[in-house]
C-alpha cells in the first residue's frame, strides 16, 4: 500500500514538533525513519496510525485520505499493524488470545481469514517461531519471545502497513541482531509496506530500502543506505549516520584546502553539492589514516588523545586544526598517548562505488 | 601467639553476647505482641463460647434463633450492599474522569474527593442533618422553587445508604485511579491498531486490567461500610434501625444479664465477616500489582472537546453540595441562640461556643482527654512505629512479617468488635485481679495504641522505603552511625512520610467515636462521645458548635502539615 504525506505540520502547543514533512511510500517498501530523540520521527509514526491528527497538511494511505487537520480517521478504521517500543502486551491474554483479537476486530481482514481463523492464529505462530508458547501469559516469557508475539499480533490481520516504533531498543545486544532477520524475513514473506522507526543508523542501514534521516522536526535526507551513508547531504546526516569528521575549509575545482593549511589539498571522492556550498569536508573515521612520516603530501599534523583497542581495530582521538578527529585505524598502526601523528586521507585505497 | 589468639577470641565472645541479648529482646518483643495484640481477640472469641462459665455453642445457637438477628442482619446487609453501590459507582467515575481525561485543576479535585476521608463520619452525619433539617439550608432552597418537594428524612434506611456511601468513595477513588494510571497507554493503542474501537477497548482491555483494583476498592468501602459506627448510631439509633455495629453497641450498654456473651457472639460474627473481607481485598490488590509497569502516566489520554466545560461545572457542583454545602448548614446551626429559630441576625451569637469552651465542665474534659489522648498516642506510635517500620523493611524475616500482621488486626477488626475485647482484656488482665484500668481513662490509651499503631507503622514503612539502603551504606561507610546517621541521613529524608502518619494518627484519635462510645467511663470522655452524647440529648447547638470547631482543627491542622512539608522538602531539596 502506497503512503503519501503531503506538507504535514504538528504542533503541540508552542513546541512544533514536525515542520512541512513531504514524504511518499511505495507499495512493500521498508522505510527507515532515522533521527536522534526529539527528532520528530515517533510523532510521524503516530499521525500515520492515527493516534494523533495533523496540526496542516494530509495523509494518505493507500487510495483514501486518512488524516488532515479537519478529519481524522481513529486507528482503528485504517488498514494497518503496529509493533511497540514497549512490547505492549495485554497481560490477561496468553499468546493465542494476542493473535486472535486482530483478526476478530479488524475490519479489513480477508473474510477467507476470518473464517479460518485457528488455521492463520498457527499459521502465524509458526512464522514467529511461537508454536510450543501458544498458551502462556505475557508475563511467562523471555523479552525476545514478547517481542515475536507483538510482530505476531500486528501481522496477523494481514494489514497492508506495519508501524513499528523501536522494537527492537528495549532488547539486548545479541538479541537486537536476532531479530533483525526476523523482521526481514517477516517483510518478506508478508509483502507489507513497513514503516521502522529507530534512532539506530545500524538497524536502518542493515534492513530498509530507503532511509529517511530526521531532525529537529525535518527531513534531512531521503534515500537508500548507501547513499545515505557515503554520500550525506547535509553535515547532520553525515556526522549523525557516518559518525563523520566535518572538516571546514574552501572548496576550489574539485580540491578541498582545510582553512588554514593552504598547503593541503583533498580530492573530491564523491563528496554531495550541499556540503560542499557549506564548505565541509566529511571524513568518515575509517576514511582516514595515521601516519609518523612528515614528508607525506596533503597531511594535517595532530596530536593523540584518546586510544581505544576494539580487537579489530584501534579507535583513536586526535586533536588538530582546534578540533577533535576520531580516526580508526588497524591495530598495526600502533601510536601512544600524546603522540606527534599526520592524518592522512585513505582516497587513493577506497573509493566509495555508489550507484545512485 | 597467646595474644594472638585472644585478639580472636575477643571479637566473637561480644558478638556471641549481643547476640544472646538480641534475641532476649526479640522473645520480649514478641511476647509484648501477643499480649497487646493477639490476646484480647483471643479473649472475644472464648467469651462467646461461654454459658455460664462453661464451654458452649448455646449463645451461637440461642442468637441464630432469635427473629431479632435476623432482621439485624437484613439491615446490615441492604445498607452494606446499598452504600457500597454508591461508593463504587461514584469511586470509578470520578478516578476514571481524573485518570483519563483533560479535565482541569484535578489537583484540586482530589483534594475536595479526599475530604470525607479526613473528616470523621459522624460529624459530616452531623452535617448532613443540619442541610436537610426542619430549617436547613435544602428546605430554604427548595421553598424557593415554584413547586412542592418532598421532604428529606435523612434518619431512614435511604439516609443512612446515603451517608454511608458519600462518605467512603474516596477509599474507591484511591485504589482505581493509581491502577487507571497504571495502565499503559500502548496497551490500548496496541487495541485500537488491532482493530478495536475506543468503547470495545475500555471493554476488552482497560476494565480487565483496572479490575483487580477497582473490586479491591470496593471491597475496602464494603468493609468500611460494615464497620461504620458513627453513621448508623447517629440516623439509625432514633430510627430504630439497627445494624451490627450498632446493636453491638446497644447490647453492652444495655447490661442485660447476658450482655456481654450476647455481644462477644455478634462481634465474632461481624468480625468474621471484615477479616474475611479484608482477606479477598488483600489478595485481590496483590494480582492487580501484576501489571508490568509501575510508573504512573498523569498526562490526559481523552480529550473531552466541547464536553470538558459541562463536565467539569458538573463535577465543582458535586464537590460544592456534598462537601461544603453540609458543613456550612452545620455551621449555621451552631451560631444559632436556639435551635429551630431561623437564621437571622438577631438569632445569631456564639453562645454555644461559650458553652462548650467554658461553661460545660464535661465538653472541657473531653476536650482535654481528647487532645491528651491524641498526643501521646501521636508520640508513643512515631517512636515504636517507626522503629518497628525500620526493622520490618531494613531486615525483612517471618517474624517482622508476622508482627505486622498482628499489629494490623485490632485496625482491620470493626471499632465495637475491638472496643468488645479490649474491655474483656484489661478488665481483668489477670483472671480475678481488676487493677481498674477499665473504668479510667488507661483503657483508651491502651485501646488507641493498640488499634492506630498500625497507621503510623505503615507511614514510617512508606519513609523507610523512600531512603534506598545504598544512601545508609553511604552513611556508614562516611564513618555515621548509630545518632548521626539518624540524624543526619534518616530523618531529614524520612520526616514528610513520618508526619503523614502521625498527622493522621492524631486526627483519627482526636476524633475517634467507636472506640471511646463503649470504653468511656465519668472524667474519661473523649469529644466523640459528648457529641454524641450532645446530640442523642438533644442539643445540636452544642453538638454543632462542637464539630464546626474540630472541622476548624483539622483544617488547621492539614494546613500546618502541609506547610512544614513543603518547607522540608525544599531545604532538602536545596541541600542536594
Redesign the interface.
Known amino acids: 500500500m502506497s503512503i503519501k504525506i503531503s506538507q504535514i505540520s504538528k504542533q503541540f502547543d508552542q513546541f512544533t514538533a514536525l515542520k512541512d514533512i513531504q514524504l511518499s511510500i511505495e507499495p512493500g517498501e521498508f522505510i527507515a525513519i532515522l533521527g536522534p530523540s526529539g527528532c520528530g520521527k515517533t510523532t510521524l509514526l503516530r499521525l500515520l496510525?492515527?493516534?494523533l491528527s495533523p496540526t496542516a497538511g494530509s495523509i494518505e494511505i493507500g487510495e483514501s485520505q486518512v488524516g488532515t487537520a479537519k478529519r481524522s480517521l481513529?486507528?482503528?478504521q485504517r488498514n494497518?499493524?503496529?509493533v511497540?517500543?514497549?512490547?505492549?502486551?495485554?497481560?490477561?491474554l496468553n499468546v493465542k488470545d494476542h493473535i486472535r483479537?486482530?483478526i476478530q476486530?479488524?475490519?479489513?481482514?480477508p473474510s477467507a481469514l476470518k473464517k479460518n481463523e485457528a488455521k492463520r492464529v498457527e499459521e502465524v505462530l509458526k512464522m514467529v517461531d511461537l508454536e510450543s508458547f501458544a498458551d502462556r501469559m505475557?508475563?511467562e516469557l523471555s523479552g525476545g519471545q514478547k517481542q515475536r508475539v507483538?510482530l505476531a499480533?500486528?501481522i496477523a490481520?494481514k494489514p497492508e502497513l506495519l508501524?513499528m516504533d523501536e522494537p527492537l531498543s528495549n532488547l539486548d545486544a545479541e538479541l537486537r541482531m536476532e531479530m533483525r532477520n526476523e523482521i526481514q524475513s517477516i517483510h518478506r514473506l508478508t509483502g507489507a509496506t513497513i514503516v521502522y522507526v529507530t534512532h539506530d543508523q545500524g538497524e536502518a542501514l542493515a534492513m530498509a530500502d530507503r532511509i529517511v534521516v530526521m531532525n529537529q522536526g525535518e527531513i534531512e535526507q531521503v534515500g537508500t543506505p548507501p547513499e545515505i551513508f557515503a554520500r550525506p547531504k547535509t553535515p547532520f546526516v553525515a556526522k549523525f549516520v557516518g559518525k563523520a569528521n566535518l572538516v571546514k575549509g574552501s572548496w576550489k575545482e574539485g580540491k578541498f584546502t582545510p582553512e588554514s593549511l593552504p598547503n593541503v589539498q583533498w580530492q573530491d571522492n564523491g563528496i554531495e553539492e550541499g556540503m560542499k556550498n557549506q564548505g565541509y569536508y566529511p571524513a568518515r573515521p575509517e576514511q582516514l589514516q595515521l601516519t609518523k612520516d612528515q614528508d607525506i603530501q596533503n597531511a594535517i599534523p595532530a596530536v593523540i588523545t584518546s586510544v581505544q583497542y576494539q580487537g579489530k581495530e584501534i579507535h583513536y582521538l586526535v586533536q588538530a586544526l582546534e578540533q577533535e578527529w576520531s580516526v580508526h585505524a588497524d591495530i598495526f598502526d600502533k601510536f601512544d598517548l600524546g603522540e606527534q601523528v599526520y592524518i592522512q586521507l585513505k582516497g587513493a585505497v577506497v573509493k566509495d562505488r555508489v550507484k545512485v | 601467639m597467646n595474644q594472638m589468639s585472644n585478639k580472636e577470641i575477643m571479637p566473637r565472645r561480644a558478638l556471641s553476647s549481643s547476640f544472646s541479648r538480641k534475641s532476649i529482646f526479640k522473645l520480649l518483643a514478641l511476647l509484648l505482641i501477643i499480649i497487646v495484640f493477639l490476646i484480647p481477640i483471643y479473649r472475644l472469641v472464648w467469651m462467646s463460647f461461654q454459658v455460664d462459665g462453661s464451654l458452649s455453642f448455646a449463645n451461637y445457637t440461642t442468637i441464630l434463633q432469635d427473629g431479632k438477628t435476623w432482621s439485624v442482619l437484613h439491615n446490615t446487609i441492604l445498607v452494606v450492599l446499598g452504600s457500597t453501590a454508591i461508593s463504587v459507582s461514584l469511586g470509578i467515575l470520578l478516578a476514571w474522569l481524573v485518570a483519563y481525561t483533560d479535565i482541569r485543576a484535578k489537583k484540586m479535585m482530589q483534594f475536595f474527593i479526599v475530604l470525607p476521608f479526613v473528616i470523621p463520619s459522624y460529624i459530616s452525619t452531623l452535617a448532613w442533618t443540619q442541610f436537610f433539617g426542619a430549617n436547613g439550608l435544602y428546605g430554604k432552597l427548595m421553598s424557593m422553587l415554584p413547586f412542592a418537594t418532598e421532604e428529606i428524612n435523612l434518619y431512614s434506611m435511604g439516609g443512612i445508604i446515603f451517608v454511608l456511601g458519600l462518605s467512603h468513595y474516596p477509599l474507591v477513588y484511591l485504589l482505581s485511579v493509581s491502577v487507571f494510571r497504571r495502565i499503559?497507554r500502548?496497551?490500548e493503542?496496541?487495541?485500537?491498531?488491532?482493530?478495536?474501537?475506543?468503547w470495545?477497548t475500555f471493554l476488552?482491555?482497560t476494565l480487565?486490567?483496572a479490575l483487580p483494583g477497582i473490586a479491591s476498592g470496593g471491597l475496602l468501602a464494603f468493609i468500611a461500610n460494615l464497620d461504620n459506627f458513627g453513621i448508623p448510631a447517629f440516623l439509625g439509633i432514633p430510627a430504630q434501625i439497627d445494624v451490627l455495629s450498632t446493636y453491638i453497641y446497644q447490647q453492652v450498654i444495655g447490661f442485660g444479664p447476658s450482655a456481654f456473651q450476647r455481644a462477644a457472639t455478634f462481634s465474632v460474627i461481624l468480625g468474621v465477616l471484615a477479616l474475611l473481607g479484608t482477606l479477598v481485598q488483600w489478595f485481590l490488590l496483590r494480582k492487580s500489582k501484576?501489571?508490568?509497569t509501575t510508573v504512573e502516566d498523569k498526562t490526559p489520554r481523552i480529550f473531552l472537546g466541547k464536553w470538558k466545560p459541562l463536565i467539569e461545572v458538573g463535577l465543582w457542583c458535586f464537590f460544592f453540595i456534598t462537601s461544603i454545602v453540609p458543613f456550612i448548614s452545620m455551621g449555621m446551626t451552631s451560631l444559632l441562640s436556639a435551635y429551630g429559630v431561623d437564621f437571622t441576625w438577631e438569632n445569631i451569637s456564639l453562645k454555644n461556643y461559650q458553652f462548650i469552651l467554658e461553661t460545660s465542665p464535661k465538653a472541657k474534659r473531653a476536650i482535654g482527654n481528647s487532645v491528651q489522648l491524641a498526643l501521646v498516642i501521636t508520640i508513643v506510635g512515631v517512636l515504636i512505629g517507626t522503629a518497628f517500620a525500620y526493622y520490618r523493611i531494613r531486615k525483612p524475616n517471618r517474624l517482622n512479617q508476622l508482627s505486622e500482621m498482628a499489629i494490623s488486626l485490632p485496625y482491620a477488626l470493626p471499632g465495637t468488635v475491638m472496643a468488645l475485647s479490649m474491655i474483656f482484656a484489661w478488665m481483668e488482665p489477670i483472671p480475678g485481679w481488676n487493677p481498674g484500668i477499665y473504668g479510667s481513662i488507661m483503657i483508651l490509651f491502651i485501646a488507641y495504641i493498640t488499634r492506630f499503631l498500625i497507621l503510623q507503622v505503615r507511614g514510617s514503612i512508606t519513609a523507610v522505603l523512600q531512603v534506598d539502603y545504598s544512601m545508609e551504606e553511604a552513611a556508614i561507610v562516611s564513618g555515621s552511625t548509630g545518632f548521626s546517621k539518624w540524624k543526619e541521613i534518616l530523618l531529614p529524608l524520612m520526616l514528610p512520610s513520618i508526619l503523614s502518619g502521625a498527622f493522621l494518627v492524631f486526627l483519627t484519635a482526636l476524633t475517634e467515636l467507636t472506640v471511646s462510645s463503649l470504653l468511656w467511663s465519668s472524667n474519661a470522655e473523649t469529644i466523640g462521645v459528648i457529641i454524641f452524647s450532645f446530640e442523642q440529648a438533644g442539643y445540636t447547638t452544642y453538638s454543632t458548635a462542637m464539630s464546626s470547631l474540630i472541622i476548624f482543627l483539622i483544617i488547621l491542622g492539614f494546613l500546618l502539615l502541609s506547610g512544614v512539608q513543603f518547607f522540608w522538602s525544599r531545604k532538602v531539596a536545596s541541600k542536594q
Do not use: D, N, T, Y
Open positions: 496510525a492515527g493516534f481513529p486507528p482503528e494497518i499493524g503496529m511497540f517500543q514497549s512490547f505492549a502486551l495485554w497481560p490477561h483479537f486482530p476486530h479488524h475490519r479489513f481482514v505475557p508475563s507483538a499480533r500486528a490481520p508501524l | 499503559p500502548e496497551v493503542h496496541a487495541s485500537r491498531v488491532s482493530g478495536a474501537s475506543g470495545k476488552k482491555v480487565p486490567l501484576r501489571l508490568e
